[in-house]
């Protein structure tokens, strides 16, 4: 049975969402910037009314920041009761991934990508790498005397 | 001492009372006009407006704002002709006294936003003092016909319009007559006048409430007569005036005469004299609640958030003493119940600043009224809203939205009646307001009309888009700013439809959703979803490096503006630079440099134009910043996730942009990045 | 200690008329927010000052001064009375049936004050 996943570009490599798990995507019109949040943490958008965070993928998986676009894009993603954005350089597919398709990461892409991927599908010519998303953004327990 | 007490400290309860008020005025006037329509007198209901009013004048007179005063007055005095003449009020008096109200309210509004309150317009007292000898003209009550069974003693204190109304009755109504005897015992079990007096008002109209002295049942020396017409029990009544020694018996022998038949109908206002005469004014009015003003239930609040830090240190030391193999089992199942006791406590708290939807809407009947007026369209308005609450901060902005879409929904939406005649249609539009409790912690309200549906092409065509595929598409391009499905601009909608601010309050505001059903020919449905309560906070907006911040008002103890040429450096404090202020030195830190805003470079760290002094543990600091953009009242959202849930920032809010704020807490800001530990103490 | 009760419909305005007599020393304070609770509690407890509102509903502050003077144990009670501009009439009424005082909105809490001590000095001495 194929699943529906969004695919979205980070420095020209293809990456991939179950579709399920994402809400929706955005145009990125700039972020608040949080003071005192981790460095990955691009800032605080409002969507639809929501104040959620955005996780820079550039910054995450290491990479040079460019200048934004309009092709850039914030992938809001839902994680159990969190919604966190991801920012992302395009995404503009959608793409029915079959389980046939996708294959363990070859070790030098997990290597490469911090554990950041956790499989990778062939799509004809094309090598599409599904990520740990509760990992790009990062599980960081709330701090210890965060109350208020 | 005498000196000490200050009138003026009463304004806040004055307003809340004042709004109170103006909003039973406006009900009772609404079911005058709709008796007057039909040519029924209504004196219940003009006595009610004018015991309104001159409460309003009393109350305003003591806090000096005599344009209200004025107002009230002549109003007043128009309609103690009225009284005079049985309750009866000529049409033509209807308006001006609306007008009346409305000025009043007006004026309010102006107190409670503190602006200056504008005198009286010119014209209006004329108008008001002309009803007066309009209402002289009207024709006095006929003396009413049927005998009552009453003694002399208390047939003597019955006014011609009451007797009259005892004896005519309302449709099918009895008249009875119920004694209650008040005692000391009675008193502490809690059946007193007042409680026996607000239960009679669910089971019957009091015509006459009065008190005779001399010897009464059950060795009392007091009976209160109480004269009423009713549809209940004479068992339901004793038991409302708690049993005997309280007694009932009939005033008339047959059923009284059904009322006169009733004229022409006014389906809507009739709704609203059906809801008044349903709900005993003093059930609305609250015996028995108590008015509270929000700050102090937020006072609460914080206590009880001390409260839930002060848990969590006990937690830790409880699990610290786990670890070290304390026998701790009973002291964490008390923690526990602790635990559970402080949600609950918390939760009845925040019930106490919830108030009812129905009170919140009592106004849009008279919006439709004058909708109604203004547009020719024939309207009826059905409040479906039951006992549901909402918290009085979200109620408060809320309002204006709901407001605008059956505005929306009455101008844009309903067609004229020959145009829902050539349709099918009924000639009189429907306007519906409902709401849900929905899921936790959220209302469901809707806004449905059975008029045009959205065109969705024509929207498309005039905002130069593609047409939508979806009604969330539609949704999104009805609310872009300044968007107008109209030409000119109409009257009533202002400019256009204005749904962008329907969505600012709904989504943006208060976090909520807003959703749109339409179906061509058949009407429009706005759904909205909003939270049960929200956390208001009064703000001071600032900038630092570029952007905007908001801190909340009650932290900050001073403003000062900074002078580069009196800030002192001392030698060998690492950088810290002090600020004077009122002859004592202040450490001055760098927002920008706090915020991590500062350039790269490092220490531009700049001094500001201005500074806010917070205490931080005790201790006065200051923050330097670059402008001070103004004060406003502002809704904090909390940050929920663990990626920003960092010390010195309370949570975020909306000044407008669409961009989320920071609502900075300095002190903590301070704390948590001042170097590496504590800084020495500047003086 | 003297125990005055205060009798108005409206919260605000018996906050207010507390406040203005609290500087009198040793008063306590009872509160009824209508004529008819006004009378109940009259029947059941002595007082030694009455503040009345005339606007209430159900019974008036008029029948409530009414009530006060038919009865013997309280025909010394002193009434002061609470009016506004076009109670006119009424004030004149209350005045002929007993109440002792008036004050008419807006007044001072000076002047609310000085009738009350010259009042319970009055009854005391």
């Not at chain 1, 554990?115 to 509760?134: C, N, S």
């Not at chain 2, 000391?184 to 109209?205: H, W, Y």
């Not at chain 2, 145009?419 to 912690?441: N, Q, Y």
């Not at chain 3, 003077?69 to 049936?97: C, F, H, M, W």
């Amino acid at each position: 049975m194929s699943v529906l996943h969004v695919v979205f570009k980070v420095d020209g490599a293809e990456y991939a969402l179950p579709a399920s798990d994402v809400l929706q995507m955005e145009t990125f019109t700039g972020a608040t910037p949080v003071p005192g949040a981790p460095s990955h943490v691009a800032g605080l958008v409002q969507v639809r009314g929501r104040v959620i965070p955005v996780v820079d993928a550039r910054v995450r998986f290491g990479l040079p920041p460019v200048q934004r676009s309009l092709d850039t894009r914030v992938v809001v993603g839902q994680l159990g009761n969190r919604t966190v954005g991801l920012l992302v350089d395009s995404a503009r597919e959608v793409l029915k991934l079959d389980p046939a398709q996708v294959k363990p990461p070859p070790p030098l892409v997990v290597e490469g990508a911090r554990g950041f991927v956790k499989a990778v599908a062939q799509v004809g010519p094309r090598l599409v790498m599904l990520i740990d998303f509760p990992r790009v953004i990062g599980e960081e327990a709330p701090d210890g005397d965060g109350q208020r | 001492m005498t000196g000490s007490v200050d009138l003026a400290d009463f304004l806040p309860a004055y307003l809340a009372e004042a709004e109170e008020l103006l909003g039973a005025a406006q009900r009772h006037l609404l079911a005058v006009e709709a008796s007057v329509r039909r040519g029924l007198a209504h004196p219940r209901a003009v006595r009610e407006l004018f015991r309104a009013l001159h409460t309003i004048k009393g109350l305003s007179a003591m806090v000096d704002v005599e344009s209200i005063v004025s107002i009230a007055h002549w109003m007043e005095t128009s309609l103690r002709h009225s009284d005079r003449a049985g309750g009866r009020l000529p049409e033509s008096s209807v308006e001006p006294l609306m007008e009346g109200l409305r000025e009043i309210e007006q004026r309010v509004r102006q107190l409670a936003a503190g602006k200056p309150v504008t005198p009286v317009p010119a014209g209006l007292l004329e108008r008001l003092e002309a009803l007066e000898a309009a209402a002289l003209g009207t024709d006095p009550a006929k003396p009413a016909p049927v005998a009552l069974e009453l003694d002399a003693t208390v047939s003597a204190r019955l006014s011609a319009a009451e007797r009259e109304q005892l004896t005519v009755g309302a449709a099918g109504k009895r008249a009875v007559r119920l004694d209650f005897i008040p005692g000391a015992e009675r008193a502490s079990s809690g059946i007193t006048i007042n409680s026996v007096r607000e239960r009679v008002a669910k089971l019957a109209e009091a015509v006459k409430v009065l008190p005779l002295s001399g010897p009464a049942a059950g060795g009392g020396s007091l009976t209160f007569v109480l004269l009423l017409l009713t549809d209940a029990t004479d068992d339901a009544l004793l038991e409302a005036a708690g049993g005997p020694p309280a007694s009932v018996r009939a005033l008339t022998a047959a059923p009284a005469v059904p009322a006169a038949p009733i004229v022409t109908t006014e389906p809507e206002l009739e709704a609203v004299v059906a809801r008044v005469e349903e709900e005993p004014e003093e059930q609305r009015r609250g015996g028995g609640t108590l008015r509270v003003e929000v700050s102090r239930l937020d006072e609460a609040l914080e206590r009880l958030a001390a409260l839930v830090v002060n848990r969590s240190r006990l937690t830790r030391a409880v699990a610290a003493l786990t670890a070290a193999g304390a026998p701790t089992r009973e002291l964490t199942a008390i923690l526990q119940e602790n635990g559970r006791q402080l949600r609950d406590m918390r939760a009845a708290i925040i019930r106490l600043r919830m108030v009812k939807v129905a009170d919140v809407l009592e106004r849009l009947p008279l919006l439709v009224r004058g909708l109604r007026r203004s547009t020719g369209k024939a309207v009826r308005l059905e409040l479906e809203v039951g006992d549901a609450e909402l918290d009085k901060a979200v109620a408060d902005r809320l309002l204006p939205a709901l407001v605008h879409l059956v505005r929306n929904a009455v101008d844009h939406a309903l067609e004229l009646p020959e145009e829902r005649r050539a349709a099918g249609k009924p000639e009189e539009g429907l306007v519906r307001l409902a709401c849900h409790g929905g899921a936790s912690g959220l209302l469901e309200l809707s806004v449905t009309d059975d008029g045009r549906g959205v065109d969705a092409e024509a929207v498309a065509r005039r905002a130069g888009v593609p047409v939508p595929a979806t009604s969330d598409g539609l949704l999104d391009v009805l609310c872009r700013p300044g968007f107008s499905t109209r030409d000119a601009a109409t009257s009533t909608s202002g400019r256009g439809m204005g749904m962008d601010i329907v969505r600012r309050i709904t989504v943006d505001q208060l976090g909520g959703e807003l959703r749109l059903e339409t179906r061509p020919g058949q009407g429009t449905t706005f759904r909205l979803r909003v939270p049960l309560t929200i956390t208001l906070l009064d703000a001071l907006i600032f900038e630092c490096a570029g952007l905007r911040y908001a801190v909340a008002v009650g932290s900050v103890e001073e403003l000062i503006d900074v002078d580069a040429a009196r800030l002192t450096r001392p030698a060998g404090a690492s950088g810290v630079v002090l600020v004077e202020r009122r002859g004592s030195a202040v450490p001055l830190l760098s927002l920008e440099r706090l915020l991590e805003r500062g350039s790269p470079d490092g220490q531009r760290g700049g001094t500001g134009a201005k500074a806010l002094i917070v205490r931080q543990r005790g201790e006065p600091v200051a923050f330097a910043v670059d402008r001070l953009l103004g004060q406003q009242e502002i809704v904090l959202r909390p940050l929920e996730d663990p990626l920003v849930r960092v010390p010195g920032v309370a949570g975020a809010t909306d000044l407008g942009d669409g961009q989320p704020t920071l609502v900075l807490d300095l002190a903590a800001l301070g704390a948590a990045r001042s170097g590496n530990g504590r800084r020495e103490r500047a003086t | 200690m003297p125990e005055v009760l205060v009798v108005d419909d409206s919260k605000v305005m018996r906050d207010m008329v507390v406040a203005c007599l609290r500087p009198y020393p040793g008063l306590t304070f009872t509160h009824a927010s209508s004529g008819l609770e006004a009378i109940e509690r009259l029947s059941l407890q002595p007082y030694d000052l009455l503040v009345l509102d005339l606007n209430m509903p159900d019974i008036g502050g008029i029948e409530v001064v009414e009530f006060v003077r038919s009865q013997d144990r309280l025909r010394n009670l002193p009434i002061i009375i609470v009016t506004t501009r076009g109670d006119e009439a009424s004030r004149a009424r209350a005045l002929a049936v007993g109440a002792n005082r008036f004050m008419t909105k807006p007044f001072t809490p000076d002047a609310i004050l000085a009738e009350a001590r010259a009042l319970l000095e009055e009854k005391r001495g």
